[in-house]
Structure formats: structure tokens, C-alpha cells
């Protein structure tokens, strides 16, 4: 493929920022301009001579703007290969001039879904014409020159001063990816939204799709190549939220601030809740009257691990907590939203991220989880069980008191966000020992005791944190070896899913330790 001139434009734009610089500089190349609609309005408004589609085709605009493109002069003129016999003797023969450079953006479909448009608005805003002529204009790159974004209109015109009027195959070969990419993800938002309308969770055909924000330096490791894509959900989370300084914001940042705003949005507003992330686990969650309060708790949970963690509040960020925050190394703030006096103390360590999210994710909205695996990708739903809905049974001959009740609840909130196998402490609103991600259950439970009693020694407390605990497992106990953990570090209720084929032998054991237990009949693995 040689370079090839550009002597016809069509443009035809949603996105008009810069259009008619970009157009300008088009005819002052030399190069005849034809657009539509409202593209058309904008360029004849800056004084450009430019020919209406219509002109091209001998068809006017019809059915609402619905068909003004779909025609053999605009098709033709892009897929006709250049050079070839039989396609120069059809486009003489039928009157159909080439085109060299289409520049098309579509209608926002994606920000009409995001607004909450009414359904037939919606579909008003899928745009048919302008993937067609994309599509056919990437097809036939090694002749014609396609932009989808205005982000190339510099490399365009910078190529066309740089060759004579002409593009590189190179260059086209770029765009028409991009191009391809463009109209995929269009198409993958669009079913998407349909899904919810249709009533479909899991179809037959699944298209994913996303809009890059920003190349990262690296993944989880230096050699690992990363980006950041944004999918146009508007939950509020990292994607939606407002840095309001600090560094840019890594991989590892960027997993661990999802995994932190997320676990933090389970506990109801009437509490302060904060939640500390290291490495996707929580090393420190607890609840109080403010959020100075819910930090201290967190804190003391696991001091050595919150060095260098991510933070998330559940509420407007104020100068008490901003202050005991910024005390100790820390990757990322993340909150609703945060006042003046706790930014300009956030302001002073200039590397620490602050996020402003606006609001919190909603954990019982429906909502998809992905991951991929070789050759495909697991497709799920979100986790939205909430344990104050479930029907708890207890188990055992005692009944929780209301104090342990809370804290189980409480605790079962946090083992839903803690990597299986989980184990979580807990005690007045606040976790004292996590074990995470262990093979073993019995083992998950060996290192939260440990956990608690390397937390009380940097406390300077002299007593053991989980005496008097409460314990939650994310899911049954297999046999009683792992409850024996929780006897042994003085806990005195368990909660957990049940299901057991040997649930009688650990309630057994809690009986004879005079535990209170109960089940949910709900398991939260998290893998």
C-alpha cells in the first residue's frame, strides 16, 4: 500500500469540537468538503464551501435524518478499491465519485443511556449510517483514510503536509483499527443496554467494550503492559471520580480503590464507616459515631499493612480524620466528597491520591462481574446479598445477644469483601483479626488470631483483641477444626452460611463452648 491523496472529504460529526479548524485546514489543502446535517450547518456557518450530501446522492435527507447515507454514491466511493478495473468502469459507469477521507463520530448513544433517557430516546440515538460508512471506509483502508475521533485530525493534516496531500498506509492501517474498535464498542453498548429492557442476564452473545482513559505505566509488575478503559456505567466508583491531586494513579491503585469504595458502601449512612485496602483485601474496617472514630478502629486493626494502603470513607472527608489519615504513608483517599479544610490537609502530602466519588455504589444493584480466562471470560453477577435481609437461624442453644448480632452482621459484611478462604474478627464495630486467602479454612483462622495479637503487641494493649470477638466465615466450616480457632481466641458467637455435611459436629462444638451461632444460608466467596 503507497500513500494515497486526499481530494474528497466526507464529514459527517456528533462531536463537533474542532471541526471547523480541522475543515479549514482541509480546504486549504485543497481538498472538496461534502457533510450532512448538522455538520453541514456548522461548516457553511464558518464560511467553508461545502456540498450537502444530498448533492452526492440526488436523495434527500428521509425518515428523520434516519436514511441520508445509506446510499451507493457514499458506499461506493469508499469501497471501491482504487486501481482496480472493475471498480474504476462501475464508479464510471454510475456516476460515483471516490472518497478519500471520511471523518464521522457518532450520536451519542452512550451519554443518552447515561443520562437516563427514556427508552425511545435512546433508540433514537443508535446510529446506523455512520458505522456503516466507518465500517466500509476501515475495510477499504489501504485506499481511504478514516477518523473517529477528533483526537486525529492533527495526525491527518500532519500527514497531508508531510506527503503531498497524501496519507501513509501505515497511518490508515492505525485509524481503521481504531475505527473497527470504535463501532465495536458502540455495538457493545448498545446490546448491553438492551439487556436490561429484554430481560436477558446472560446471553448467548456477549459484547464487551470500552473507551480508553489512560495508558498506565505499568500493570501489577514493571515488564506488564496496562491501560485503563472506562465502560460507560455510571456506578460511582474509580471510573466516575474526580482526582483531586496527587499522582496518577497505578494498576494496583486503581483495583485496590474499586475493591475499597465497594466495601465501604455496604454499611448504612447512619454509620461512619471506613474501610483500609492492601493489595484488594481489607486490612482494617470498623464503623462509629464520626469517621475519626472509625478510622482509630480500623487502624489499630492492622497497623503495619494500612502503611501505604488505600482509604475509604463513607462520608464527606473533614479535617479530624484528614489529618489522622495523612499521619502515616498512604496510596489513595477515596470519598463522597471531602471539605475545604481536610483537601488543603490532604494538599500538603502532594503524591497522595484523593479521590471525590459524589456518591456511593449501590451494593445490591444488579450489576456484572467479569473475568477472563484462556480462550474466554467468566460472566457473573454481582455479589448483592445483604445480610440484613437474610434470614438468619441460629443454631445453637444460645441466641446472640443484640451486641453480638451487630457484630456478626457487621463482621459478614466484611468477609463478603475479604479473598476466600476468609476469616473475619470482629468486636463493637470493628474488625480485630482477618485472615485472607488461605487453602484452608482452618488456617484463614489461624492467621486472623495472629493478626490480632500482632495489632494488640503495636497497640501496646495488654490483652488478647478477640476476647469477647465475634467471628464470620465466608463460607461453612468443613469440620469443627477451624471454629476450634475461635474458641481457643475467645470468641463468643460465629456466623456463617451452613451447609455443612458436618454442620451438627461444629455446632456441637459451639454448644460445648457456649457459642452463639448462626447461619445465613448465604456464602460469599470471592476468588
Known amino acids: 500500500m503507497s500513500p494515497r491523496p486526499i481530494k474528497r472529504a466526507l464529514l459527517s460529526v456528533s462531536d463537533k469540537s474542532g471541526l471547523q479548524d480541522f475543515a479549514a485546514a482541509l480546504h486549504r489543502a485543497g481538498i472538496e468538503l461534502v457533510s450532512t446535517g448538522g455538520t453541514h450547518r456548522a461548516l457553511v456557518e464558518a464560511g467553508l464551501p461545502v456540498r450537502d450530501v444530498a448533492d452526492l446522492t440526488g436523495f434527500p435527507e428521509l425518515m428523520d435524518g434516519r436514511l441520508k447515507t445509506l446510499h451507493p454514491k457514499v458506499h461506493g466511493g469508499l469501497l471501491a478499491i482504487r486501481e482496480n478495473p472493475a471498480h474504476e468502469a462501475a464508479m464510471l459507469s454510475h456516476d460515483i465519485a471516490p472518497i478519500d477521507l471520511l471523518v464521522v463520530n457518532l450520536y451519542p448513544f452512550e451519554a443518552t443511556v447515561a443520562r437516563q433517557a427514556p427508552f425511545a430516546e435512546c433508540i433514537e440515538n443508535i446510529d446506523i449510517g455512520g458505522p456503516a460508512m466507518i465500517r466500509g471506509a476501515a475495510k ?18 500532519d500527514e497531508i503536509a508531510a506527503n503531498d496531500g497524501a496519507t501513509t498506509a501505515e497511518t490508515r492501517l492505525r485509524l481503521a483499527q ?56 455510571r456506578r460511582p466508583g474509580v471510573a466516575t471520580a474526580r482526582q483531586v491531586q496527587g499522582k496518577a494513579l497505578s494498576y494496583n491503585n486503581i483495583a485496590d480503590t474499586d475493591a475499597a469504595i465497594e466495601l465501604v458502601a455496604e454499611f448504612p449512612a447512619d454509620f461512619a464507616a471506613v474501610a483500609i485496602i492492601k493489595h484488594a483485601n481489607p486490612c482494617g474496617v470498623a464503623v462509629g459515631g464520626s469517621l475519626l472514630d472509625a478510622y482509630a478502629k480500623a487502624y489499630r486493626c492492622d497497623q503495619t499493612s494500612a502503611f501505604g494502603g488505600i482509604v475509604a470513607l463513607n462520608r464527606r472527608m473533614d479535617a479530624a480524620v484528614a489529618r489522622e489519615i495523612t499521619a502515616i504513608f498512604t496510596e489513595v483517599i477515596v470519598a463522597p466528597d471531602a471539605d475545604e479544610d481536610a483537601i488543603a490537609i490532604v494538599a500538603a502530602k502532594k503524591n497522595l491520591r484523593l479521590l471525590l466519588t459524589g456518591s456511593l455504589p449501590d ?69 480485630v483479626g482477618i485472615g485472607a486467602g488461605q487453602m484452608s479454612r482452618v488456617d484463614a483462622a489461624r492467621i486472623a488470631v495472629l493478626k490480632a495479637a500482632d495489632a494488640a503487641r503495636a497497640a501496646g494493649i495488654d490483652e488478647r483483641l478477640t476476647e469477647g470477638s465475634v467471628l464470620a466465615s465466608d463460607a461453612f466450616f468443613p469440620f469443627a477444626d477451624g471454629l476450634q480457632a475461635a474458641i481457643e481466641a475467645g470468641a463468643t458467637a460465629v456466623i456463617q452460611p451452613g451447609g455443612s455435611m458436618r454442620d451438627d459436629e461444629v455446632v456441637r462444638a459451639a454448644d460445648d463452648a457456649g457459642l452463639a451461632m448462626v447461619f445465613t444460608g448465604y456464602r460469599h466467596f470471592r476468588h
Request: hydrophobic share 45%; net charge neutral; aromatic share 8%.
Open 140 to 157: 477499504n483502508h489501504a485506499d481511504v483514510t478514516v477518523v473517529v475521533h477528533p483526537e486525529d485530525y492533527q495526525v491527518v493534516l
Open 178 to 233: 481504531k475505527a473497527f474498535a470504535r463501532t465495536a464498542t458502540y455495538d457493545a453498548a448498545i446490546s448491553t443496554w438492551m439487556m436490561g429492557p429484554a430481560g436477558v442476564t446472560m446471553p448467548m452473545f456477549r459484547a464487551l467494550g470500552g473507551e480508553r482513559a489512560e495508558v498506565l505505566r505499568y500493570g501489577e509488575n514493571p515488564h506488564q503492559a496496562a491501560a485503563f478503559y472506562r465502560t460507560g456505567e
Open 363 to 431: 451494593p445490591h444493584a444488579p450489576g456484572t462481574v467479569l473475568r477472563t480466562v484462556a480462550g474466554g471470560f467468566l460472566a457473573q453477577d454481582r455479589d448483592g446479598a445483604d445480610v440484613a435481609a437474610m434470614s438468619l437461624q441460629v443454631v445453637t442453644k444460645r441466641a446472640p445477644t443484640e451486641r453480638e448480632l451487630a457484630d456478626l452482621k457487621f463482621a459478614f459484611r466484611v468477609a463478603k469483601h475479604v479473598k476466600s478462604n476468609a476469616i473475619v474478627f470482629a468486636k463493637d464495630g470493628a474488625t
